[in-house]
């Protein structure tokens, strides 16, 4: 059974730095794309940034040469480092990771941000 297991994510000040990881078990494969998405309160979820297993990456224009999404294929693990955070950041951020068909959810993990 695979599952998706969050960093625990935190309470930020403005203008912070804090970085996420998922770690992915009960798999040998390594994942064709892996993403995190987000979700404020009263929001959609929305993607936030997703790498394929060749590194190739794409990120919401929200946080664009704030945030870097980086994997170890090895490890099945994805990472999210968010700088320069904003209150509007803040949000239940979720690892996502897909194979063939089959796509995965992590449990979700709050980032706050604020003073």
């Known amino acids: 059974q695979v599952q998706l297991v969050e960093s625990r994510g935190g309470l930020v000040q403005p203008g912070g730095s804090l970085r996420l990881s998922c770690a992915a078990s009960?798999?040998?494969?390594?994942?064709?794309?892996m993403a995190w998405y987000r979700q404020a309160p009263g929001k959609q979820r929305e993607l936030v940034a997703a790498i394929t297993s060749g590194a190739g990456t794409d990120y919401a224009d929200a946080v664009k040469d704030r945030f870097t999404i980086s994997r170890d294929n090895a490890k099945n693990t994805v990472y999210l480092q968010m700088n320069s955070l904003k209150p509007e950041d803040t949000a239940v951020y979720y690892c996502?990771?897909?194979?063939?068909?089959?796509?995965?959810w992590g449990q979700g993990t709050q980032v706050t941000v604020s003073s």
């Open positions: 996502n990771a897909m194979l063939s068909v089959y796509s995965y």
């Open positions: 009960g798999i040998i494969f390594s994942f064709d794309k």
